[in-house]
């Protein structure tokens, strides 16, 4: 029980290092191609950038709708402002 959790661990900690270093590749090539002068990768990154701030809040109220609908329900209404920090 104890190597299945350090693994997940580990597991868990090598998706988020490759998703951070993915986002900060994508963003970092298209602002390059945005200072050679196309404008269009700008758009792109305020357009993604927007979408996925609004994808964010969208399942933050979800959350709060599915899981902590009712006041007697302080745990779910934890875990959601735990998951919405």
Request: proline content about 0%; hydrophobic content about 50%.
């Amino acid at each position: 029980m104890v190597i299945g959790s350090i693994c997940g661990f580990i597991f868990i900690l090598l998706q988020l290092i490759l998703l951070v270093d993915f986002a900060h590749s994508w963003n970092e090539s298209w602002v390059g191609k945005g200072e050679d002068g196309s404008k269009i990768h700008y758009f792109g990154l305020i357009f993604f950038t927007a979408t996925f701030y609004i994808l964010s809040i969208v399942a933050i109220v979800l959350l709060y709708v599915y899981y902590a609908s009712k006041a007697t329900c302080g745990l779910n209404i934890f875990y959601c402002h735990l998951r919405s920090q």
